[in-house]
């Protein structure tokens, strides 16, 4: 899907506009996992989530196109719609946001705060995405999309970073949403020629993706009712399923309790902020913690973009 070049080159658009994030062994993860673990901190980019540097790099070609559009919208649960405010903002490109209804009244605040126009309809990411659709057509406005090539090789920068800091992983564990980040992470393992391991993780409340590739095709559900609304979609896509099934090892599902718990280790083992999505590969670490004694795993802290009073009652355990 991405050669390696496609992917440095998308790391010079990134890289202008924030630099690389860390890369950690925290030892306590460890001692709690029995083994060593590597977490990537996308909790530290300048929108709190992966998902900006999809968005640079989406915005920055489409402002190097022609023609020039009036303006673009996007479907989100927050963390992509940030992105995209951040970056058209970037371009000098107007930016209007379609969130579910009942979204997360902090990530509103922050697309409001890069400048984009916010819209609440639907009931969920799917159904706001219906709305962004309709509001393109009658606007005149172009549609970004969730999953696209560009926001694959931006994403796939983290990885990039990642495997080139730290020493030779066994696993990495990657949450999905709509699967840029999970197939940005397998483009860069596949160029770069490492043996390492890739393995989704799915909500066991939105567990699309898990059924899809079980089945070897896209599988979708009737609901998403997760905590951890990075991970809340409905219908996978099928070019992203594609790459999955090619390049992925297996799909863990963890519940709401597990990633509840896996929020609260990070806070307990390295004082970090998380979201569900976030802590979401930690929890199937957790969960799959008798495959890993003594080896070395990969986690991607995809983001730390949560609500305080949703924190707070997943910090107390309730």
Not at 55 to 60: A, C, H, K, S, T
Not at 123 to 137: I, N, P, R, S, V
Request: charge should be neutral.
């Amino acid at each position: 899907m991405l050669s390696l070049n496609d992917v440095e080159t998308a790391a010079g658009i990134v890289h202008a506009a924030m630099p690389a994030t860390a890369q950690y062994a925290w030892p306590l993860l460890a001692k709690r996992t029995g083994c060593e673990v590597w977490v990537k901190h996308e909790n530290h980019t300048p929108t709190g989530a992966f998902k900006v540097r999809g968005g640079l790099v989406y915005m920055d070609r489409l402002k190097r196109g022609s023609p020039q559009p009036k303006g673009v919208v996007s479907a989100t649960r927050g963390n992509h719609g940030q992105s995209i405010a951040l970056a058209a903002a970037r371009n000098g490109i107007a930016a209007t946001i379609v969130v579910p209804q009942g979204n997360s009244v902090e990530k509103n605040a922050a697309m409001r705060a890069f400048g984009a126009e916010l819209v609440e309809a639907g009931h969920d990411f799917d159904a706001a995405k219906e709305a962004a659709q309709t509001l393109a057509g009658e606007r005149g406005l172009a549609m970004v999309p969730s999953f696209h090539r560009d926001l694959v090789a931006g994403v796939a920068t983290y990885a990039l970073e990642l495997f080139r800091a730290a020493p030779a992983l066994d696993t990495v564990y990657v949450p999905i949403g709509l699967g840029s980040g999970i197939c940005g992470t397998i483009a860069v393992r596949d160029a770069l020629g490492l043996k390492t391991k890739v393995v989704g993780v799915v909500s066991t409340e939105a567990p699309a993706y898990a059924l899809s590739f079980a089945a070897g095709k896209v599988v979708a559900t009737n609901s998403a009712d997760t905590m951890a609304d990075g991970m809340a979609v409905r219908g996978p896509d099928a070019e992203a399923l594609d790459v999955i099934l090619k390049g992925a090892e297996r799909i863990v599902q963890v519940s709401d309790a597990e990633i509840g718990a896996a929020m609260r280790a990070y806070y307990e083992d390295t004082h970090q902020l998380t979201e569900g999505a976030g802590a979401a590969a930690l929890a199937a670490l957790l969960q799959e913690r008798d495959r890993f004694k003594g080896k070395r795993v990969g986690l991607i802290l995809s983001g730390g973009n949560i609500d305080r009073p949703v924190y707070l009652r997943t910090l107390a355990g309730d």
